[in-house]
């Protein structure tokens, strides 16, 4: 399953979303830990336990926006 991830730079931190999911989106003050966040709440839409893999693609990299592609793989 691919989806595309968007990670905004605000002021106090950056907000990340799956655009494809309503409702797909978390804040935190931290890049790292907000890419983890949207990662782990994607996979819970998705019904899947903490056992999964996916790969992660840069697409568009700017001073106010990262945006991913990812494939999440289902475990077996």
């Known amino acids: 399953m691919t989806f595309h991830i ?6 106090d ?9 309503k409702g797909c989106e978390v804040w935190d ?6 890419l983890n966040k949207i990662i782990n ?9 903490k056992d999964f ?6 697409i568009q990299n700017t001073k106010e926006l990262v945006s991913y592609t990812i494939n999440i793989f289902k475990p077996a």
């Open 53 to 58: 893999t996916y790969r992660l693609d840069i």
């Open 29 to 34: 003050k931290e890049y790292e830990v907000v």
């Open 13 to 21: 931190g950056y907000t990340a979303s799956v655009p494809s999911i």
């Open 41 to 49: 709440l994607l996979a819970y839409y998705l019904k899947f336990d």
């Open 6 to 11: 968007e990670i905004k730079k605000n002021i």
